[in-house]
């Protein structure tokens, strides 16, 4: 089972996240057919938003976007509070002998997203939008979070095509007793090798990084492949856009096509759909009015 685990250098004031997808990653892979370089940094998302997740605590989703790239478009990868993981990317021309940094893959004009999305009443919502600084992702996240959230992170990533995998190590807020603490626990990380990432269970990852360090490892917590997409949500966009639009489109093309860019399913309205779609709709309206 794909899990995320935590852990704490208590006298080093220094936390950190583990998280190794397998299934999630096979599933969400399994929607499209990326090539090597796009799968590569979308997976790299993938682990980091879940890695991001939890170092707050909140219910709702956090989202890592990237815009405006060339050729990649649009990347937007989420995770909810909940454990709940979905992404997908957009690319434009053959991209599959490009080397995979930043700056091939994006260019100089895309930026960097990172929006909170809390459950109503859980808090206000959150939005920074940042310049890429960094030819790897995790050097732009570690940006992001030296710059905007004034913590020192340390953020390492790997991709296969069978799994997902990262580890993030940030300093706390405060005074640590071991004031070296946080030096020691940054170049430990940074020594990790993706294959370690990619294979090693977390207790023997982090017995082999931190065996002279005193870590405190909690129990992991499940993440899942999960698509927010559903007939009730394509029925209240074709709700909202009004009967005469809807009509027209399905006069023009015979029924109206939707698909989800995030888990590839196919919605089709016909006739029959819309007029149920419109009628309850008109009962609801009645409804409300009494």
């Known amino acids: 089972m794909d899990k995320i685990y935590r852990f704490l250098m208590d006298d080093a004031n220094v936390r950190g996240e583990y998280a190794q997808l397998s299934s999630a990653w096979q599933e969400l892979t399994a929607c499209s057919d990326y090539p090597a370089p796009v799968k590569k940094i979308l997976g790299e998302a993938l682990v980091a938003v879940a890695l991001m997740s939890a170092t707050i605590k909140f219910k709702g989703s956090l989202s890592i976007q990237l815009n405006n790239g060339n050729p990649v478009n649009l ?26 940094t930043m700056t091939n893959l994006l260019g100089s004009d895309a930026t960097l997203v990172i929006t909170v999305e809390p459950e109503p009443g859980q808090g206000e919502r959150y939005q920074s939008i940042v310049n890429l600084d960094g030819e790897t992702l995790a050097e732009c996240l570690m940006a992001y979070f030296e710059q905007s959230e004034q913590l020192k992170t340390r953020l390492e990533l790997a991709v296969s095509d069978t799994t997902a995998a990262g580890m993030l190590v940030q300093r706390l807020p405060g005074d640590a007793e071991d004031t070296d603490g946080w030096n020691r626990a940054s170049m430990l990380a940074e020594t990790v090798k993706s294959e370690e990432l990619l294979t090693l269970d977390v207790e023997t990852l982090l017995h082999r990084l931190f065996n002279e360090e005193s870590v405190r490892l909690f129990d992991g917590e499940p993440l899942r492949f999960q698509c927010s997409c559903s007939q009730e949500k394509v029925d209240n966009m074709l709700s909202s856009m009004g009967r005469a639009e809807a009509d027209s489109m399905l006069k023009e093309k015979g029924s109206i096509e939707v698909d989800c860019d995030f888990c590839n399913t196919h919605y089709s309205v016909d006739e029959i759909d819309l007029e149920r779609i419109f ?12």
Request: hydrophobic share 35%.
């Open 279 to 290: 009628s309850e709709g008109l009962i609801a309206g009645n409804d409300s009015v009494h």
């Open 75 to 100: 990347l937007i990868v989420q995770a909810t509070s909940d454990g709940g993981l979905r992404g997908m990317a957009r690319w434009k021309g053959d991209v599959e002998d490009i080397d995979p």
